[in-house]
Structures are given as structure tokens and as C-alpha cells.
């Protein structure tokens, strides 16, 4: 008697045979890590939120995004992108524009008043972050959130450190990072203005725990001899002076000695400021150039003139003595004995920053060196408790390894203040262009952000860079191809021969049913994004 709710199987097919005993590999799913995770130095779940923007849930996409980081409107526009110089679209045709999107994110964040959610109770513990700048505002945002009392204490008068003092306002405008530094302060961070530490052990009595995030607000120094006829200026105090109500004077034709993004910005802000010659000597050439060339393609644009292998050797009397250098054979220049005398009004030093370490004096167990404090895998000092990031360790220095400062060095204050110790997740095999099977992704050009144009670009400090509007953003979202992680496009579904692909529901994905897959490997040939692999059958 054949019970009603039995399976009748026919012979000869594939569930009768239990075809998977012919197998000598099995395919198995996996998430492989996105390239432009793992380039990117604030450590943001990139494909994440890109996987909610291209749905049109901007404010989940958003929330994603800043559990990671909080500056996405900031990030949006000062970030130099490095996860687009890994984007495996790069190589199907232009790189998804992830930075663009964030902006959008960012923008439509402060437009429609998103807040940080509320952090959870206190955990009873108080931590002291010295200097309000991009690495101590994403400390304390992300030990806010972990329930720690946290206080911020900064010696100038407003917050925001480099990305207000270091970048100009047609690259990131004020209103924007006064938004984002706010909603920080809104989760119950104290910020105190105008309130300098001039010595950390004494600083942090009141404290459980501290984070030094100092910036590098000193600027080096040349040796070159000067008359009292020239004005010679460091580019940090230029900067900083446009944040006041008087704009510097610097004349009709300035000249900025160095080769770095400040350089950039300072012969940019020059041109704004009516000089009608805006001249960058270098010693070497443009492609040792520090500066990022899309910044110097910008500048180039505006009028800014460089002067390719110079150096300057003598200021006076509304002149400069510069020097023609070479390079030599390992790509450092030399030398060459022959000069020539330009005018200028104002000579501007872009040679690079110091942070001051004057408020460590007297703390044991510190080690210094090369104008930075040493610290451990965990962020940490010598001195127990006391942990640094951001311009006061080796690093690069750039807003978005900041970020990434504050927040590694939070995650090790937590477990610190808890007595536990952070381990970070180990990373997933990287899902590499090879994985992929682009033949299912149809080709997308890159959207161009808008520019504004070169008159008004020439004259005032109206942001450069326009945003994305939600069509164009939408677009660019949804040009990511998932690199390593299955999005349930039923590839594996509808091209298996021997129907043991089982789909568990939307955002479930899909398993395998072993009992009737044969191993051909059809299932991780087609899938677009390679999150199926072929491993050994185990016997």
C-alpha cells in the first residue's frame, strides 16, 4: 500500500540515482570580502549600504554606513576614494562611484534630520579626548555609543581640527561639517572649546581612560634667507586665518613652495583671493608629485601656474632666487647651479606639519619617535589607559585614516574599560575580478558628479564639486556588482542540471542539497559575483 503522502520517484532520474555519490567536488556558497572594503581605511561596509541604496532605502543605507563612520557628508567630499581604485567594475568599464553616493547619503542625511540612535545605559566609565579634529570626534562618537561618558577638550575655538583648518570652503562648506560634528554632540559628547591640555597625566586624573588625537598643526620650516620686503607665510596659519572675518593679504602674485595637497589648496585659495598670479614651485616633477593629480588637474584649470624643478634659495626685496634642480638617478633632485629671480608679493611655506608634543612632557614609559608617539597593535601608549591616533602616530595623514584611528582605538578603549581585550574578525578570501562572471552585468558608465564653472570657480569659495540628485544616485548604487557575496539572482537555481540548488526565501539565499549534486561546477561558473566555490570532495 503506497501511504498519500509518499514521494513516487520514477526510475532512472537523477532522485532516484542519488547522483551526488558521483562527486569528486562540491560546491559550496561563501562571502568573499569586497575589494572596496578592504581598501578602504575607516573600515566602512561599503557594499553594505551600497546594497540599500540601490534598493531606494537611502536611511537604512545611511545607517549602515555610519555605524562605521560618521562623516559620510564630510567623507563625501574630502575622502580620496581609495576603495574606487580597487572597485572591480573598474576593469568591466569605470569604477562604481562610492564616494558619490556617500555624499548623497550624507547630504539627504542632514536634509531630512537623521539622528544617531541614542546610545545604551552608562557603563559608569569616563573618557578624556584631547583635540576635536576627525580622529577624536570619531573616538568619542563610537565610545558614545558604546554607553561611555565621554568628553572632548579642544584648544581652538571650534571644532573639526584639519577638515576646518586645512580644508577650504569650496571643497568642504562649514554648514556641512557643523551638521555632522552636532549630531555627534547630540548623543551626549562634551565638547569644550577653547580648553587646551597642557599635560596629559595630569588631564586625565578625572578620567578612566584618554585618547590623544592631536593634530599636525605646526608647520616645518625652510632655511631661506628672507628680506624685509617679502612676506613669508606658513600655509597652516593661511588656512586657519580663513576661518576668521578678515582675509589674509597676500598681494597680486604669490608663490607656494611644496608639492602636497596643502600646496594645492593654498594656490587655489590665493586665486580666490584675487591674486592674479597663483605659482607653485617644486622641486621635482609633477609625476613625483605628492599632491593628488585629479587636485592638480583642478588647480591647473583655475589658473594655478606650476613650476616643475625649483627650489627656492633666497626672499627679499619682492623676489625670489630660485635654483633649476635634476633629478638623479633614484629620483631625488640635485642641484644644477643655474638661477633666476621671480617676483612675488608673498612667498607661502607648504612644507609639511609637526603635531605639537608638548603636553606629553613628564609621562613615563613613552616612546617618541620621528615627531610621533609609538603605540600598539591596540592603539595604546606606553602609558596605561592613554592610547593615541590620527597625526600623532606613524601613518598617513588623511581625514579617512583618521577615522579609522578613532574608531579602532575606540573599540580597544571599550574592552580596555571592560577588562576584555578586542579582537577584530578575521578577514574573508578577497573576491577578486577573476572570481567574477561578468558576462551578466551589462556596461554602465560612471555618473560625473557637476562642476561649477571656471569664472566662479576663479572668484569665490563656492563649494567646486556638485552632489548627485536621487536618480543619478540610484543609478550609480545600482551599478555594483556584489563582488563576492550572493545577491539571489537564482543563476545557481536555474542552471543547475540536477535541480539540488534550494532557494530558502527572499534573503535567505540558497543551500545545497549533497544527495543529487554531482559536482560539475556549472552552479559557480555562472554565478556573477563568484560566492560559490569548488571545493574536494571528502571521502
Known amino acids: 500500500m503506497i501511504k498519500p503522502y509518499a514521494i513516487t ?77 580597487q572597485c572591480n567594475r573598474g576593469k568591466l568599464d569605470s569604477p562604481v562611484g562610492i564616494n558619490s553616493v556617500e555624499r548623497f547619503l550624507g547630504d539627504e542625511a542632514i536634509r531630512r534630520g537623521w539622528k544617531f540612535s541614542l546610545p545604551p545605559d552608562s557603563s559608569g566609565k569616563k573618557v578624556l579626548v584631547v583635540g576635536a ?3 577624536g570626534l570619531s ?39 557643523d551638521a555632522e560634528v552636532q549630531r555627534i554632540v547630540d548623543l551626549g559628547v562634551r565638547l569644550r572649546l577653547n580648553s587646551r591640555v597642557d599635560n596629559i597625566a595630569q588631564g586625565m586624573q578625572n578620567f578612566d581612560a584618554a585618547f590623544l588625537a592631536v593634530g599636525a598643526h605646526i608647520a616645518k620650516r625652510a632655511f631661506i634667507p628672507a628680506g624685509d620686503a617679502t612676506h613669508v607665510v606658513d600655509a597652516v596659519s593661511l588656512l586657519r586665518s580663513m576661518e576668521g572675518e578678515e582675509k589674509p593679504m597676500l598681494g597680486r602674485r604669490v608663490v607656494v613652495y611644496g608639492g602636497g595637497n596643502t600646496a594645492i ?61 635634476v633629478l638623479d638617478d633614484k629620483g631625488m633632485p640635485v642641484p644644477t647651479g643655474e638661477f633666476e ?33 609609538q603605540v600598539s597593535a591596540s592603539m595604546m601608549t606606553g602609558y596605561p589607559g592613554l592610547f593615541a591616533g590620527g ?26 574599560l571592560r577588562g576584555t581585550s578586542y579582537e577584530p574578525h578575521s578577514k574573508h578570501e578577497l573576491a577578486d575580478y577573476e572570481k567574477l562572471n561578468t558576462w551578466y552585468y551589462s556596461d554602465a558608465d560612471k555618473t560625473v558628479r557637476p562642476m561649477l564653472d571656471i569664472i566662479r570657480r576663479q572668484t569665490s569659495f563656492d563649494e567646486v564639486q556638485g552632489g548627485l540628485d536621487e536618480t543619478t544616485a540610484l543609478f550609480e548604487a545600482r551599478r555594483c556588482l556584489s563582488c563576492g557575496n550572493c545577491f539571489e539572482c537564482d543563476n545557481c537555481y536555474g542552471v543547475c542540471p540536477d535541480n539540488a540548488v534550494i532557494k530558502l526565501g527572499p534573503g535567505k539565499r540558497f543551500k545545497f542539497n549533497y544527495d543529487y549534486c554531482k559536482g560539475c561546477g556549472l552552479c559557480a561558473a555562472e554565478c556573477p559575483c563568484g560566492a560559490i566555490k569548488m571545493v574536494p570532495e571528502e571521502i
Request: aromatic residues 6%; glycine residues 10%; proline residues 6%.
Open 139 to 177: 573616538a568619542a562618537y563610537h565610545l558614545a555609543r558604546m554607553g561611555h561618558e565621554v568628553e572632548i577638550q579642544e584648544a581652538g575655538p571650534m571644532a573639526g581640527g584639519m577638515m576646518r583648518f586645512g580644508i577650504p570652503k569650496y571643497r568642504l562648506p562649514r554648514d556641512v561639517l
Open 341 to 373: 629671480t621671480m617676483e612675488a608679493d608673498s612667498l607661502v611655506l607648504a612644507l609639511g606639519q609637526d603635531v605639537d608634543l608638548s603636553l606629553l612632557e613628564g609621562v613615563p614609559d613613552l616612546e617618541i619617535k620621528n615627531g610621533v608617539v
Open 9 to 85: 520517484l520514477k526510475p532512472g532520474t537523477s532522485l532516484s540515482n542519488l547522483t551526488g555519490t558521483w562527486r569528486t567536488e562540491r560546491p559550496v556558497y561563501l562571502d568573499r570580502l569586497p575589494p572596496c572594503n578592504n581598501a578602504c581605511p575607516a573600515g566602512e561596509n561599503v557594499q553594505g549600504w551600497l546594497y540599500h541604496a540601490e534598493s531606494g532605502d537611502y536611511e537604512q543605507a545611511w545607517r549602515v554606513l555610519v555605524e562605521e563612520n560618521p562623516f559620510p557628508a564630510v567623507m563625501g567630499r574630502v575622502c580620496y576614494h581609495p576603495c574606487e581604485g
Open 265 to 325: 589648496d593654498v594656490a587655489r585659495t590665493a586665486r580666490r583671493l584675487g591674486a592674479t598670479d597663483a605659482i607653485i614651485v617644486y622641486r621635482r616633477t609633477r609625476e613625483k608629485m605628492s599632491a593628488h593629480d585629479f587636485e592638480i588637474e583642478e588647480a591647473l584649470q583655475e589658473g594655478v601656474m606650476i613650476k616643475w624643478l625649483s627650489a627656492i634659495r633666497q626672499a627679499g626685496e619682492g623676489q625670489l632666487t630660485v635654483e633649476k634642480m
Open 133 to 135: 579634529g576627525p580622529s
Open 391 to 416: 597625526d600623532m602616530v606613524p601613518s598617513e595623514r588623511n581625514v579617512t585614516v583618521a577615522v579609522g584611528h578613532g574608531k579602532k582605538a575606540a573599540r580597544h578603549i571599550d574592552a580596555y
